[in-house]
């Protein structure tokens, strides 16, 4: 069955400080792989997705994510975290068709002064 | 360029009433989708659509029914609102491969 797991519910960084947000999967087929954001009473942000070819991928907001397939993982890390990054994040995996994606139930980032 | 729209933002029901969600798109996307959000537990697939004419149940599609009669439309109706349907619902659309989300419609069943 496919599934995400964001192991860690609610994570607090200082700003500046570097940022990594835990996501693995489970998934039969090639994993399509995606990271969003959403700040409150918003809707979600795409930040950044895999698809193929090298496993770093660069997104928006200068955050990045390392698909290790041996690991089932895909964790997105930021180097120096800024106040504004304050939010949920959310891993989501799918199938090439993009039918349906599968989100994992989010990690709250909150970043103290 | 607007993206995704959901209206209304904000709804009270009561047990028993029904309503519909609306949500517009004005990329052209083929896909379509609408999740519910509740908290600790990620989103859920409610229903999706591949195209006009063309609906699939997701995840979590008791109590819910779409349509999709145009490829901009796709409303969500709730015809026997129940309190487990309290919850944020975010409509969504999708060309290749990553989502864009409306701003949610946030619904409470009293």
């Known amino acids: 069955a496919q599934s995400v797991t964001q192991p860690d519910i609610h994570i607090t960084v200082s700003e500046g400080a570097s940022l990594e947000l835990r996501c693995n999967y489970s998934y039969g087929a090639t994993p399509y792989l995606f990271w969003y954001v959403q700040s409150p009473g918003q809707g979600l942000q795409l930040l950044l997705k895999y698809f193929s070819g090298d496993t770093l991928v660069q997104g928006i907001k200068g955050f990045e994510a390392e698909f290790k397939r041996s690991q089932s993982s895909f964790n997105l890390r930021k180097p120096s975290v800024h106040w504004s990054d304050a939010a949920e994040y959310f891993c989501a995996v799918g199938a090439d068709t993009g039918n349906q994606f599968y989100f994992g139930t989010g990690t709250s980032l909150t970043v103290i002064p | 360029n607007a993206g995704v729209t959901q209206t209304p933002k904000f709804r009270i029901l009561k047990i028993g009433q029904s309503m519909t969600l609306q949500c517009t798109q004005d990329m052209n996307h083929n896909y379509m989708y609408w999740y519910r959000q509740d908290p600790g537990m990620g989103l859920k697939l409610i229903y999706y659509?591949?195209?006009?004419?063309?609906?699939d149940k997701g995840e979590v599609p008791n109590g819910y029914n779409v349509s999709r009669s145009t490829t901009e439309d796709f409303p969500l109706r709730l015809e026997l609102a129940a309190p487990s349907q309290t919850s944020v619902y975010f409509c969504?659309?999708?060309?290749?491969?990553?989502?864009?989300f409306g701003s949610g419609t946030r619904l409470t069943v009293v």
């Open positions: 969504a659309s999708s060309y290749y491969y990553g989502y864009t």
């Open positions: 659509s591949v195209g006009a004419g063309i609906t």
